[in-house]
């Protein structure tokens, strides 16, 4: 076990949606009710890095995404680190992947172990609210202005803030303290925990954009659109769509798990040149 514990946030979908016959939901009672789930299905080549370089006793923030109030839900732990995905030997399995061989992985996954659940549920919304404000101008009558400059200085850096959609991010001890905060405190209003309108930039739309649906409903305009449709894609390897690009040019593609059960998805944001997203999503066992 490693001696000083990282910190990061890991993605799942709460709410029922069928994918090839299979309901993908896993949601914080369901990684409650189960304990100690693998994290399998991801095919982004960043976010199974990201896995590899965790050790057992690193913490994670467990963050429903996907859904009409994407925000972090619960605590949990690396109680296993990263090991093939054999989901991805399995010809019926959504994630197959026929380019990578038992003995010659490509794929990883860690097991998670569920800990605690936030008392007070913290919604996406709110940390952006936070990120939009001046460490140095926190209003008077704000309600989540126990966390302090350095708070709202560890909640403007988070990956989830600035870049959003890659469904595995690292996490800064400063952030993590943060949300722990806000997590066990609460006390904000419901207008408050809303971003202001246009607050969030989005240069490319997506109608299946796992952390801005519900909050963002910036059309994507026509040029852009058009601009967007004529942008090559890159897909590692060519592998029959199941693959995905790295970092600077990737897609979307939606994704089940084994046995029925969607565990997260990987969307990982475009670069300004690159026009689509691709989304991977994994199961509970």
């Known amino acids: 076990m490693s001696s000083e514990s990282k910190y990061w946030l890991l993605k799942a979908e709460p709410d029922s949606r069928v994918v090839k016959g299979k309901d993908v939901k896993f949601s914080v009672d369901d990684f409650e009710s189960v304990g100690t ?40 732990k690396v109680s296993k680190e990263a090991y093939p995905d ?5 010809p019926s399995h959504p994630y197959f ?33 936070i990120a939009d404000t001046q460490p140095s101008s926190i209003p008077e009558d704000s309600e989540w202005a126990y966390i302090g400059a350095e708070g709202v200085k560890a909640i403007k850096s988070m990956d989830l803030v600035t870049r959003g959609r890659l469904s595995v991010q690292r996490v800064q001890e400063d952030a993590w303290t943060a949300i722990g905060q806000l997590a066990e405190r609460g006390g904000w209003k419901e207008p408050e925990s809303r971003p202001k309108k246009g607050s969030t930039k989005r240069s490319k739309a997506s109608a299946n954009d796992d952390d801005t649906q ?27 769509g199941s693959g995905e690009g790295d970092e600077g040019e990737k897609q979307t593609k939606e994704k089940s798990g084994k046995g029925g059960k969607r565990k997260r998805e990987d969307v990982l944001e475009t670069s300004a040149e690159s026009a689509g997203l691709r989304r991977s999503t994994r199961a509970r066992k």
Request: net charge positive.
């Open 37 to 76: 789930s693998p994290w399998e299905g991801v095919r982004n080549y960043e976010a199974r890095n990201l896995m590899k370089e965790m050790k057992e006793g690193d913490k994670a923030l467990f963050y429903h995404s996907n859904c009409k109030t994407p925000g972090i839900a619960a605590f949990a």
């Open 86 to 90: 054999y989901t991805a030997w399995d």
């Open 97 to 129: 992947d026929p380019k990578t061989k038992q003995d010659a992985p490509k794929w990883f996954m860690v097991d998670l172990t569920f800990t605690a659940r936030a008392k007070n549920f913290v919604p996406l919304s709110l940390l952006r609210t």
């Open 214 to 240: 519900a909050e963002d409903k910036a059309a994507l305009p026509k040029k852009s659109a058009r601009k967007a449709k004529a942008a090559p894609q890159k897909v590692e390897e060519g592998e029959d």
